[in-house]
């Protein structure tokens, strides 16, 4: 079984930058592609970024296009541990960011490909 353990949310004001943390407990090793979502109020849950890559192997990224040129995910493998480094905040950031992995190597940007979940971190971004 896998677990994923979110930190790093909070408050910050337009223009500030954030990290977000997702530390991965269980198999680590049978997890193919790695993603952070998003949800705002009253919204559905949007894709943020994607990784793809075993762990010690070379990754590739993906982004939706409203994270392009502000988002970066990344991961350190020494610590089981994905991130997602966040700057140039807008309050349209504002959303509960969840991480996700999935079994399936053919994961992309739809949340029902993902069977893993961590549990949320609040983002709240003022103007």
């Known amino acids: 079984q896998v677990q994923l353990v979110e930190s790093g949310g909070g408050l910050v004001q337009a223009g500030g930058s954030l990290r977000l943390s997702c530390v991965v407990i269980?198999?680590?090793?049978?997890?193919?592609?790695m993603a952070w979502f998003r949800q705002a109020p009253g919204k559905e849950r949007e894709f943020v970024a994607r990784m793809y890559g075993r762990p010690w192997t070379t990754t590739r990224t993906y982004y939706a296009d409203s994270a392009k040129g502000r988002f970066t995910i990344s991961r350190d493998d020494t610590k089981n541990t994905m991130y997602l480094q966040m700057n140039s905040l807008k309050p349209e950031d504002t959303a509960v960011y969840y991480c996700?992995?999935?079994?399936?190597?053919?994961?992309?940007?739809?949340?029902?490909?993902?069977?893993?979940w961590g549990q949320g971190t609040q983002i709240t971004v003022s103007s």
């Open positions: 269980g198999r680590t090793f049978s997890i193919y592609p």
């Open positions: 996700a992995a999935s079994s399936q190597s053919t994961a992309t940007l739809s949340d029902d490909e993902y069977q893993y």
